[in-house]
Structures are given as structure tokens and as C-alpha cells.
């Protein structure tokens, strides 16, 4: 009858298998699912487009503003601007007046 003798290279090569296929298995588990992984890269694209949309909204929001401040400029403010601002925040026109345009 054979015995078998326990090599203590193969129990230690065994054990360096395990724990190296263990490592590329974790590995493999962050390059899907870590913070880096593929399903956060997705989810990163979506939120750059959810952010450079509202860049752009905000962009021309800021030239509606800029223009605006630029029709308001105390050199050479444009005066349907001024009256109607002066309407609308001194409360200058009731609402019984009518505005009548001269050619």
C-alpha cells in the first residue's frame, strides 16, 4: 500500500494559487463595481451632461444679466429700460392708465 507524503512546497504552492486568484478576483470585482469601476463611469458620464446642460443654462442666463446691466449703464441707460423699471418696482403706472406710444 502507497501512502501519501504531504510536501510542505505543495501546500504553500497551493495556498499562493488561492490567495493570487482571490487578489485577481477582488481585482476584477473593483474594475466593475469599485468607485472607478465601469458602472461609476456611467453614472459619472450622465451626471457630466446633467451638469454642462445646466453650464449652458446658466451661461445664458448670465448674458441675459450682462446685457441687461449694460442697458442700464448711468452713461447711456436705454430709456424704455428705465421706465419700465421705474414702473414696475416704484409703482408708477396704476393699473387704470393706459400707455400710448407717440410715432
Known sequence: MRTMRHEPG??????????SLAVLVLMGVFAVAGPSGLIAWGE????LEQ??????ELRLE?????????????KKADPDLAGELLRSNLNVARPDEMVMLLP
Open 10 to 19: 505543495i501546500a504553500k504552492e497551493r495556498l499562493f494559487r488561492g490567495l
Open 44 to 47: 459619472n458620464q450622465r451626471m
Open 51 to 56: 451638469r454642462q446642460a445646466k453650464l449652458a
Open 62 to 74: 448670465r448674458d441675459r444679466l450682462k446685457n441687461r446691466v449694460q442697458l442700464l449703464n448711468p
